[in-house]
């Protein structure tokens, strides 16, 4: 099996998504709300798994633009769940060494007083291992 | 194959619903499709008439392989017969190859009235299987041995 | 009635008030919340993937104390509530997390799922009863219209959480009319705040925020109230507009008259 | 012991070129009861048929097997045969070694072999056959028609054509269905109740058509041929023979504040009304759930201003029992409701309305009297957004797996109705794919787009956003252009998915015809008989069997009369001898093959037997022999073996198995 083909079955493992469930409606895409931040577009993250290029999904902006909100999810009408798809490549991209989206270091300058804990936890199990 | 059956043939049944895969196999001799003499057809109004019994007693009485083919799925003359006779097999495989009979002695395929090709293509690895196989000794009844 | 209690990491810092209108409403309804000892912080995001199962098991240790204890499990932080439902769903229905969390924590009993949780809003739905808390009721707030601000985490994914309505909630209008005032529905209700993304990308969530006040100010909103720390954050953080955001608890307890004795 | 003759075919050189024909028929004469064999030519020829009635009378032969080509090829000539020469044309078995022997092998010496073989199996089974007659039953000369829609409609007009009488059952107060609603239909565009309404009077005058309308099929006993069905009519609260549809009545009533079914609640309706002005008959029902004089005693002003004093508050419901032969069920669809679509803020919105709503509010006789309005504000819009598959094509289950079918083909009707009615108002469709097939139907299509300049963008809506300006936002995506659209608009359609009628579960039951995991019908077979019910004498027309247009429903509409007029047109039914039949003896009353039959053939009855001198009333299996259609399902389920075949009883295939394995 060629690595690409691996990495693409590792992202359907972790996510347990099934891409070839995915119509192409773009309903995800109408729904997300970081949809203009995003390089790679909800609907398109089953292609990229589709055709094996996790590479570039792992590379992409969008990864860090996710909010989890879960809209696309909510609206999937064929249950593809393309939320559950990006965490998966984002844990590949956080679960390696060293590759963290937020290093501790930076914490400090962005607190400020009001900043409530479950934001940092939340960041923190978001950008990193 | 052992080596005291060098001259062996084995026995074959093969259980065909009257309306998909009779037919599929009418086609395959229409269409001069050959396959090994080694197979007998039983014509049965649907897979779903195959009492378990029925292919029990054949090993019983000395056959290597039984097959058994109907409509495919969905596609059942009578609806929902064939989904019987698939959860049938099911069952009655899972207790054969606990009893230790090979599980290749068995099969279920779906064969459509259109299908004669692939009719003479099961009949051609299902026989070259039971070849492998050899001969069945587990469950035939000794009494029925010449 | 007699309920384990999960506070969560926030609600005993930052979010103190949320906490404490929440303890003393309880009890002016006649509740208790039992806060579970020794519980750990619930991570703040579910973790989606399948392989996951160490970072679920905070949870699985709060939902099996409140099994030990044969009580309904109460969160009132939004996250908590999500992280914990989506949790107990996986030890309830994921066949493979629920062997594997269960040997890891290596209970006399596996946990399976058993503890019922309970959000407080569902508490005071389900339980309560909305009418019974109309009648309780000694300082309405007549006159007031309040916009519920929902997020995504107390609804979505909707057949999980089964808390509510996804699209089109109703609950925290049903509590907002029970306490006397005026619910304001305005359609960003359950659209997403930007959520932790606001430590990092700060425009993305002001962006968001604002849409949320602007929508909610737009269909005659005076204040909006939230069940989540990091939504109140956001929304009086992030957004530029001067809407208060209070939480639904502080009103609560202003309404029940019990707000003063606590603070 | 039987008396068997085999009879062994050359089928020229087909069978003779490979198999040693004459080998056989002497291997034969060493079979049990095989007291003649003999080789020939061609056996089904006229000769060949002569030598069998020969041998039958000669050799008095009580069973006989012809080794020749398959069965599906001659059977029924030799059962023939053997009928004419005084012999049960069930004791004829053939061993097909044509098609499974001679032609796919070229060994002589093996497939002698297997020609053998085969012929012995025959031959064990017709040791064990036993004479069977094909049972009779009559044919009842009346269709029953469950829905008036346009299936219904059509359907019985063309039995009744043919010359039998109909009755058409419809729930509702008048006949029309779902596409008295429409307003316009396409790809012609001509208007849906100028081609309905007359065959609606067509039907009510026909001669041989009877209609029940606010009535309801209440029970169905019996079979194919002879069924017989509970009709409720429920109570009308008006005389249909003294009412002369002057419409006073509705006039005049003070409770009008009724949701207008017809026009889908938009509108409100009095309590005593007829659904719309073409209603057939056009006779008022009271609504009694409305209806004042009903709710407090008081009022009766219908029954003051009725010149013909057809008003009667005291009518009951009433029960007719009648006999058929045919049923055919035209119990059409309806949207689903949208509930679980909130994201679209059907519910939070008035001007967000459904496509069938829209039908209504382009219709002169509807709320808006034709005119394209706002049902918030009654302004007219200028920015209209269609939302396509709105719970089609959902994987989920908050909506259906199916494409509806026809929301491409009217939303671009609609699109194409408004620009051409509104040329200022834009209108654009959010669409997935665009579905087309059908005669004129893309070209259609196009139409819209490149005529009339509606607006097609591919992507679907995650949501409607009301504005607190009282416009709607529609967040949309373009797949193509690659870019999450806003769209403001001030009214969006929601093409929403079919169902089919939800009475329908009940109605099958009652039928015993089999529903599918979406509620509609099933056919006997998808593609050979995509107009009969697996369940015989039961017919499907229209949306009920799966979605559909109106062309297509008139075409199945006709196909499912036609085969009612075939089963019509027969005095009596011959039904096939090879069904199930229980031992009584062995029956244990468990319901288990009752459970796997499909065609309902089966019931339980108490029944007094006989088990060895012991006298005593069980519960056990009856077969129907009308209706069992001999696939077998039963024996294989019956845990006690009580269940059997006739034609290919457990005991003829074992014998055959046993043969084979020799």
Not at chain 3, 58 to 65: E, H, K, M, Q
Not at chain 4, 181 to 187: E, I, N, R, V, Y
Not at chain 4, 271 to 281: G, K, M
Not at chain 4, 541 to 556: F, H, L, R, W, Y
Request: neutral net charge; hydrophobic residues 35%.
């Amino acid at each position: 099996m060629s690595a690409k083909k691996k990495q693409a079955e590792l992202i359907e493992e972790i996510s347990g998504v099934n891409p070839l469930k995915c119509m192409k409606c773009g309903k995800c895409s109408a729904s997300c709300p970081s949809y203009n931040e995003m390089d790679i577009k909800p609907h398109q993250f089953v292609s990229y798994v589709i055709n094996e290029d996790v590479e570039s999904l792992v590379n992409s902006a969008s990864l860090w633009k996710c909010l989890s909100c879960f809209a696309c999810v909510e609206r999937c009408p064929r249950d593809v769940k393309p939320g559950k798809l990006i965490d998966a490549a984002r844990q590949m991209v956080v679960r390696q060494k060293e590759q963290t989206y937020l290093s501790p270091d930076e914490i400090p300058e962005l607190l400020d007083p009001e900043l409530p804990q479950q934001l940092l936890v939340s960041a923190f199990r978001r950008y990193r291992r | 194959m052992s080596i005291e059956n060098k001259n062996f043939r084995p026995k074959i049944v093969a259980f065909c619903c009257n309306w998909c895969s009779y037919a599929g196999a009418d086609l395959a001799g229409s269409s001069r499709l050959s396959y090994p003499a080694d197979v007998k057809v039983i014509r049965v109004p649907c897979s779903c008439r195959v009492n378990p019994m029925f292919i029990l007693r054949a090993f019983e009485k000395g056959a290597d392989g039984v097959i058994m083919c109907g409509c495919h799925p969905g596609d059942c003359h009578y609806s929902t017969g064939n989904y019987y006779a698939r959860r049938r097999m099911t069952l009655l495989f899972s207790m054969l190859d606990y009893i230790g009979v090979e599980n290749g002695r068995t099969r279920v395929e779906w064969v459509s009235a259109a299908e004669g090709v692939k009719f003479s293509d099961t009949m051609n690895s299902f026989v070259e299987k039971i070849y492998s196989l050899g001969e069945n000794v587990r469950l035939g009844d000794l009494r029925c041995r010449s | 009635m007699k309920y384990s209690y999960y506070p969560g990491c926030t609600l005993r810092t930052k979010a103190k008030d949320l906490d404490d209108y929440a303890r003393a409403s309880a009890k002016a309804l006649g509740f208790e919340l039992e806060e579970i000892e020794d519980w750990q912080c619930c991570g703040g995001v579910y973790p989606l993937g399948t392989d996951e199962i160490a970072t679920k098991l905070s949870c699985v240790r709060a939902l099996n104390a409140a099994k030990e204890k044969e009580q309904e499990l109460v969160t009132v932080c939004s996250a908590c509530h999500h992280v914990m439902k989506r949790v107990n769903d996986d030890m309830k229905n994921v066949e493979d997390i629920c062997t594997r969390a269960n040997n890891y924590m290596e209970l006399d009993e596996p946990y399976k799922g058993e503890t019922n949780v309970l959000h407080f809003l569902e508490v005071l739905r389900d339980k309560v009863g909305f009418d019974e808390l109309k009648k309780k009721v000694v300082n309405p707030l007549t006159g007031k219209k309040i916009g519920a601000y929902y997020g995504c985490l107390l609804l979505r994914p909707g057949k999980v959480l089964n808390f509510d309505n996804p699209e089109n909630p109703k609950i925290m209008e049903d509590f907002i009319r029970a306490i006397g005032a005026e619910p304001v529905i305005y359609p960003y209700r359950n659209e997403c705040c930007g959520g932790y993304i606001s430590l990092k990308e700060k425009e993305m969530a002001e962006n968001m925020c604002d849409k949320i006040t602007e929508s909610a100010e737009g269909f005659g909103a005076d204040m909006l109230i939230t069940a989540c720390p990091l939504c109140m954050y956001n929304l009086n953080k992030s957004s530029r507009r001067e809407i208060p955001v209070v939480y639904f608890t502080e009103i609560l307890a202003e309404a029940l008259g019990v707000k003063e004795v606590q603070a | 012991m039987q008396r068997i003759g085999v009879f062994v075919c050359h089928c020229g050189s087909n069978i003779a070129a490979t198999v040693d024909v004459a080998k056989v028929a002497e291997m034969a004469l060493m079979e049990p009861g095989v007291v003649h064999a003999e080789d020939y030519q061609y056996m089904c020829s006229e000769a060949g048929q002569a030598k069998i009635a020969d041998a039958i009378h000669e050799k008095k032969l009580s069973g006989i097997v012809v080794c020749s080509c398959s069965p599906r090829m001659h059977e029924a000539t030799f059962r023939k045969a053997a009928e004419r020469a005084g012999l049960n044309p069930y004791m004829v078995e053939i061993a097909n070694i044509r098609e499974h022997c001679s032609w796919i092998h070229k060994d002589m010496e093996e497939a002698t072999k297997k020609a053998v073989i085969l012929m012995r199996a025959a031959v064990a089974k017709v040791n064990l056959n036993t004479p069977l007659q094909p049972g009779e039953s009559r044919v009842t000369k009346r269709a029953l028609i469950i829905g008036g829609g346009i299936a219904g409609i059509q359907t019985a007009l063309d039995i009744a054509d043919a010359g039998y009488e109909v009755d058409i059952v419809e729930k509702t107060p008048s006949i029309g269905g779902r596409m008295s609603q429409l307003d316009k239909t396409f790809p012609t565009l001509d208007c849906s109740a100028c081609i309905l309404t007359p065959k609606m009077v067509e039907a009510s005058a026909h001669e041989k058509i009877n209609i029940y309308t606010y009535s309801e099929v209440e029970n169905v006993s019996g079979f194919v041929g002879d069924f017989t069905v509970d009709i409720r009519k429920k109570a009308r609260s008006v005389d249909m023979d003294k009412c002369t549809g002057c419409g006073v009545c509705q006039e005049k009533c003070p409770s009008k504040k009724a949701p207008s079914e017809f026009n889908r609640g938009l509108n409100n309706r009095s309590a005593i009304y007829t659904p719309f002005a073409q209603a057939i008959p056009n006779v008022p029902v009271i609504d009694r759930e409305a209806c004042i004089k009903f709710k407090t005693g008081k009022c009766g002003i219908c029954s003051k201003v009725c010149q013909a004093g057809a008003i009667d508050y005291e009518q009951k419901d009433e029960i007719i029992t009648e006999k058929y032969g045919a049923i055919v069920v035209a119990t059409g669809f309806d949207t689903i409701n949208l509930e679980k679509y909130d994201e679209y803020a059907y519910s939070q919105s008035k001007d967000v309305i459904t496509s069938l709503e829209l039908e209504r509010v382009m219709n002169a006789a509807g709320p808006t009297h034709g005119h394209l309005e706002r049902l918030s504000d009654g302004k007219a819009p200028k920015e209209m957004v269609f939302i396509q598959c709105v719970g089609s094509r959902c994987a989920d289950d908050r909506g259906k797996p199916y494409c509806s079918k026809i929301c491409c083909m009217y939303t671009a009707k609609h699109a194409m109705l408004i620009r051409d009615k509104y040329p200022d108002v834009n209108v654009t469709v959010f669409y997935i794919d665009v579905r087309t097939p059908g005669k004129n139907f893309d070209e259609f299509y196009r139409r819209a787009v490149e005529q009339y300049g509606v607006n097609y963008i591919k992507g679907q809506v995650g949501k409607v956003i009301p504005q607190p300006n009282g416009k709607l936002l529609v967040q949309g995506s373009d797949l193509l252009d690659n870019r999450q659209i806003l769209k403001e608009a001030d009214m969006v359609v929601l093409a929403t998915a079919i169902e089919p009628n939800p009475d329908v579960r009940k109605i099958a039951t009652m039928l015993t015809a089999s529903i599918d995991t979406n509620n509609f019908l099933t056919e006997a077979h998808a593609k050979l008989r995509p107009v009969e019910s697996p369940t015989a004498g039961i017919f499907l027309s229209g949306v009920c069997q799966g979605p559909k247009d109106i062309p297509e429903t008139v075409a199945q509409a006709g196909a499912a009369a036609v085969k009612a007029i075939g089963l019509l047109a027969k005095d009596k039914l011959l039904t096939n001898p090879c069904t199930a039949h229980s031992d009584e003896l062995l029956c244990n009353g468990c319901s288990t093959c009752e459970n796997v039959c499909p065609y309902g053939a089966i019931t339980y009855e108490d029944k007094e037997v006989n088990d060895h001198g012991i006298r005593e009333v069980r519960r056990l299996a009856v077969v129907n022999s009308a209706l069992c259609q001999g696939c077998g399902a039963c024996t294989v389920a019956c845990p006690s073996g009580a269940m059997d075949l006739q034609g290919f009883s457990n005991r003829q295939i074992i014998a055959e198995v046993d043969a084979i394995c020799r």
